[in-house]
């Protein structure tokens, strides 16, 4: 069979290729990565349909419609735990209409899925996990398509923005429930009044409006060293929004809705069994179709691991088969890093227990990946992961020192959730070496438990927000002591 690709000159050249290596293998690395972008991210979409009944059964959740019904309705601050505030089945089913809600969209409009698009969808399934459902997910995404119709921009191009909005769905809810009624709301008997559909629908357009003018100046300012660009973008929305809301107004700030599930909390750790072998078998799948698509080989994912990182689209270069054997071989080694942590307070009994795999921390493991085609890998992840760890040795020997107790684990939510986005922080070690990638990891573990305070947890990327400030503060410090890249792609 023969495929013609644009030459540089322009002219058209031939190209031969096998019938055995249809459909996927081509001219250019990158060439197909649209089919087989939507196909995987399909396949998630069905898988978490596949695995509703499988989780309703292992549970025994009995109301699953209600469920859904309580985690479409709920207003959901960060961290909205779904499978203790309604199921693990019916936590599923939310992904799993979020996600084939993306599907369907790419598949209307038309969109050639790249590196990007499959970074927007992964933090989709991540959030519908904790706190974004599929109501909220609707003002944002509608909001950027106007932006688009008026300010006459291709759709296509900016869709993986109206995907990134989402991270303000928590807004949108407690617009629909909760801030037009104030302290009058009661958890299970959801109230909707017109002017908090009114401001839902407002905020949504505007927020279309406002998140891709801050873009590229958040990205600039960062010099997209954080890889979720959008989470300081939409991080510095949250506390305008927040703080005009609340503090401006006079409105009291909402917790975060508490309900007990004393049968999920009763469960060591939180479904550890089944949530392995869902992510286990995920990851493993994913490598084989990398390996499969890549000519039954390895080959180029040494290469994609000596990477830097920065700047770089791992698509383009080494293409989709091998990005996916990133993906898998990456979300295997967060997996094992999950474990370990759950095991240690079961090992050291000094250490604090802190919570499993619950809906966050699934979500979290998604959220860590969303850069797998784009920049991200073991190799590169790995200081910064060290500098959380650094950071938790640190203040238990303090602690210890001064007879304090010790206030938190690697395993409690916050620091769980914040080391999935600090992630995107690899860039550091990539291009400045592990030292330096520890130290940011370390820096990034300080204040990811305190930026939430600055937008109230209404926005879903409060890592990646956490993740821009921290590149704010390590930047200067890097210029200013004439502290160099050592490392740069084209020298691998």
């Known amino acids: 069979m023969k495929n013609t690709v644009a030459a540089p000159s322009g002219e058209k050249v031939s190209l031969k290729t096998t019938a055995a290596a249809e459909p996927f293998v081509c001219g250019h690395r990158s060439e197909n990565a649209d089919k087989i972008i939507f196909f995987y991210t399909f396949f998630l979409s069905l898988l978490m349909f596949v695995t509703v009944p499988i989780a309703v059964a292992v549970t025994g959740e009995t109301d699953f419609w209600a469920n859904i019904f309580k985690i479409m309705t709920t207003p959901c601050k960060l961290v909205t735990d779904y499978f203790a505030l309604a199921g693990l089945g019916s936590t599923f089913f939310n992904v799993g209409v979020c996600g084939l809600a ?13 590196a990007t698009t499959i970074a927007g969808y992964m933090l989709v399934i991540a959030h519908g996990f904790y706190g974004l459902n ?97 989470g300081l973008a939409i991080g510095i929305l949250g506390v305008f929004v927040y703080a005009f809301m609340y503090k401006t107004l006079g409105v009291h700030s909402p917790d975060v809705i508490s309900f007990d599930n004393l049968e999920y909390y009763s469960v060591p750790y939180a479904y550890r069994a089944f949530v392995n072998c869902f992510l286990i078998i995920l990851f493993a799948v994913t490598i084989l179709m990398g390996f499969l698509l890549n000519n039954r ?33 990456y979300g295997l080694c967060a997996v094992a890093y999950l474990n370990i942590i759950f095991i240690l307070p079961e090992i050291f009994s000094f250490i604090p227990e802190g919570v499993g795999f619950t809906g966050p921390t699934l979500g979290a493991t998604f959220a860590a990946l969303t850069f797998s085609c784009d920049g991200q890998h073991p190799r590169n992840v790995w200081p910064i992961i060290t500098g959380y760890a650094l950071l938790f040795v640190v203040s238990n020997i303090l602690c210890l020192l001064c007879g304090m107790e010790i206030p938190w684990t690697l395993s409690s939510q916050a620091y769980i959730n914040g080391i999935a986005f600090a992630t995107g922080l690899c860039t550091f070690a990539g291009k400045y070496g592990w030292k330096v990638g520890v ?54």
């Open 102 to 114: 993306c599907n369907i969209i790419m598949k209307i409009s038309k969109i050639k899925p790249n």
């Open 134 to 230: 599929f109501i909220n997910m609707w003002p944002p995404l509608f909001g950027v398509w106007v932006y688009c119709k008026v300010m006459k921009k291709s759709y296509r191009a900016n869709f993986h923005i109206s995907l990134f909005a989402t991270a303000v769905g928590p807004f949108i809810s407690d617009f629909l429930f909760r801030y037009t009624i104030n302290d009058e709301f009661v958890f299970g008997e959801p109230r909707v009044t017109l002017s908090g559909v009114v401001l839902a629908i407002l905020f949504g357009l505007a927020s279309g409006f406002v998140i891709p003018a801050l873009l590229p100046g958040t990205t600039a300012m960062h010099r997209g060293y954080n890889m979720y660009k959008a």
């Open 297 to 329: 080989s390895f080959k180029g994912y040494k290469e994609l691991i000596h990477s830097t990182g920065y700047g770089v689209d791992f698509l383009d270069k080494f293409g989709m088969p091998v990005c996916l054997i990133n993906l898998g071989v």
């Open 439 to 492: 130290c940011v990891g370390f820096a990034s573990a300080i204040i990811c438990t305190s930026t939430v305070a600055m937008h109230g947890g209404f926005v879903l990327y409060n890592g990646g927000f956490t993740a821009g400030l921290t590149a704010l503060i390590v930047l200067p410090v890097l210029d200013f002591y004439k502290i160099k890249p050592k490392f740069d792609d084209d020298l691998h």
